[in-house]
């Protein structure tokens, strides 16, 4: 295993760990009260630090195993550029979007989530953005299809988790909170219409700059780990908050996406539509 291999998978093993540190700790800690016994201070001390840095160190690692996954298929000048084009553009977005109300709607963001890029966005935010776009890609080339249909396809691995994860994340526990009520535990159409715009946006602008390499993204396992361990951690809140309707909901959602690929009709298709020269041919 070469070391950037070792850095995606190390990278991706603690983001995993600490997801599951901060699922125990959602189920212990957060609305419950201190322990009888234990030392009220070291309580609201690891409480205070988890709910600072958690969340954000987890989307660190994540972005990191992302970006190293995708290098140690096209190299790092290319994975660095395609995933700072991603992020310059998506924080660019969100940021008019927290400034304006558009295109998402109207929300803001607290500050569990780390420092707030121009006082609006937090910074992780735009990398969350990447790793599940990395994600996402990496299982959408395991369908073969065209540059398309493999783009529509990584838009609606986006859309998935997303179905699961804004209502574990502004209804079950604000990490950002709507301003105006909407469809989907008060987020509004606009938001979801705006995730299927981008996806395709930001998959394209990897696509151009990955070179033919990215093909080899299709057999790697890495993307489809990380889409499900990015999904434990929204499934965990919605059912920890009552919310079983979204957890039902969009952890069929993210399942379907990712084992779609397995079924044997779809698994049959590229030997007649688009062979390995065709992914190679992608961007």
């Not at 291999?5 to 189920?27: C, K, V």
């Not at 987890?58 to 994975?79: E, K, N, Q, T």
């Not at 550029?81 to 607290?110: D, R």
Request: glycine content about 14%.
């Amino acid at each position: 295993m070469t070391p950037t291999r070792r850095l995606a998978w190390g990278a991706l093993t603690l983001y995993a760990a600490l997801t599951l540190m901060s699922i125990g700790a959602f189920l212990v800690m957060v609305g419950k009260p201190i322990p009888a016994g234990f030392d009220a201070g070291l309580w609201r001390a690891g409480y205070a630090f988890g709910m600072k840095y958690m969340g954000a160190g987890i989307i660190y690692l994540g972005f990191v195993a992302a970006v190293a996954g995708l290098a140690s298929h096209i190299g790092w000048r290319r994975a660095t550029t395609g995933a700072g084009l991603v992020v310059g553009l998506t924080l660019a977005v969100e940021t008019i979007g927290a400034k304006t109300g558009f295109p998402f709607g109207e929300h803001g963001y607290g500050g569990q989530l780390g420092w707030l890029a121009f006082g609006l966005v937090p910074f992780v935010i735009p990398l969350s953005w990447f790793l599940m776009l990395y994600a996402s890609l990496g299982i959408a080339l395991r369908f073969r299809r065209g540059r398309a249909a493999t783009l529509l396809l990584t838009a609606l691995g986006l859309f998935a988790w997303d179905v699961l994860m804004e209502p574990a994340m502004s209804a079950a526990y604000p990490f950002w909170v709507w301003r105006s009520s909407g469809v989907w535990y008060g987020m509004p159409v606009a938001n979801w219409l705006t995730w299927l715009a981008i996806g395709p946006v930001i998959g394209w602008l990897v696509l151009r700059t990955a070179g033919p390499g990215l093909g080899r993204l299709a057999t790697d396992p890495l993307p489809r780990w990380l889409y499900a361990c990015t999904g434990i951690l929204p499934l965990a809140l919605a059912i920890r908050f009552g919310l079983l309707v979204p957890a039902v909901v969009g952890g069929l959602a993210m399942t379907a996406y990712l084992v779609a690929p397995l079924l044997p009709r779809t698994a049959a298709a590229p030997s007649a539509a688009a062979g390995p020269g065709r992914l190679e041919a992608l961007p």
